[in-house]
C-alpha cells in the first residue's frame, strides 16, 4: 500500500509518478526542444516515433517526454486535459485540433503549440501526411479558420508539483519506517523481557515447590 501510494500520480496521464520525476525533459520547454528535433521525420500511418510518426503518434512521443501517457486515439485524444476555446488562450506545449473546413464537428489535423505570433496566430508542429513532420502556422490555408480546440495536458507548476510531492511523501515514507521500526524493536525488548519474567516465575515455582517438600519431610 506504501509504495502503490508513493508511486500513484494526481494526474490521470501518469503511469506513475517516477515516470514523471525520471522523464527526459523537466519542463514544457524541454519537451518542445524534443519534438522540434524531430522535424522532416517521415509519416507513417500507426508510427509513434522514433523515426516516423503519424499525427497522433506525434502528440503521444511529446508528452512521453515529460513523462505522461496521453491516448493514441483521436477521440480519446479530443476529450483528454483541459479544453481551451479560444486561440488566444493558448500556449506552448498545448494541443490543437482542426477540421477540414467541411465538417467541422470532425478533427482532421492535430499539433501541438510551439509558439504564440504577437497578432494572435500561432505555430504548430504536426505530422503531414504529404511532408512528415512539420512547423506550421494557424494563419495559413487549410487551418485559417478550422481551429476547433485546444487542450491543455499539463504545466510546469504541476510537472513541479507531482516532483516536489513525491519527494515529500518519500521522506514521510522513511520517517514511518523508521517509527516503524523503532516499534518493533521496543516490541522485541518488551516480548524478551516478558519471557525473561515467566523464566523467573518458573524458577520461583521451582523454589516454592521444594520448599514445601522440605516442610513435609521435616514434618
Not at 68 to 82: I, R, S
Not at 84 to 111: R, Y
Not at 141 to 162: H, K, P, V, W, Y
Amino acid at each position: 500500500m506504501i509504495v502503490s501510494a508513493l508511486l500513484s500520480c494526481s494526474t490521470t496521464f501518469a503511469a506513475t509518478r517516477l515516470d514523471v520525476l525520471n522523464a527526459k525533459s523537466q519542463n514544457i520547454n524541454q519537451m518542445m526542444v524534443a519534438i522540434l528535433q524531430q522535424q522532416q521525420k517521415p509519416y507513417a500511418e500507426g508510427a509513434k516515433g522514433e523515426e516516423s510518426f503519424d499525427a497522433t503518434g506525434l502528440i503521444v512521443y511529446a508528452y512521453k517526454q515529460v513523462g505522461l501517457d496521453v491516448p493514441y486515439e483521436k477521440e480519446n485524444l479530443f476529450k483528454t486535459g483541459n479544453k481551451i476555446k479560444k486561440p488566444k488562450n493558448l500556449e506552448t506545449g498545448d494541443i490543437v485540433f482542426f477540421h477540414d473546413g467541411q465538417n467541422t464537428k470532425t478533427a482532421t489535423q492535430v499539433g501541438i503549440v510551439q509558439h504564440i505570433e504577437k497578432d494572435g496566430s500561432f505555430n504548430f508542429i504536426y505530422a503531414s501526411p504529404e511532408k512528415g513532420v512539420i512547423v506550421r502556422n494557424s494563419s495559413e490555408e487549410g487551418f485559417a479558420n478550422n481551429f476547433m480546440q485546444g487542450n491543455r495536458i499539463t504545466s510546469d507548476s504541476e510537472l513541479n508539483s507531482i516532483r516536489n510531492g513525491y519527494q515529500k511523501d518519500v521522506k514521510a515514507i522513511e520517517k514511518a519506517v523508521e517509527a516503524e521500526k523503532a516499534t518493533k524493536a521496543e516490541l522485541e525488548r518488551l516480548q524478551q523481557e516478558l519471557v525473561q519474567a515467566e523464566n523467573n516465575v518458573k524458577i520461583l515455582q521451582t523454589q516454592l515447590e521444594r520448599n514445601n517438600n522440605e516442610l513435609i519431610i521435616i514434618k
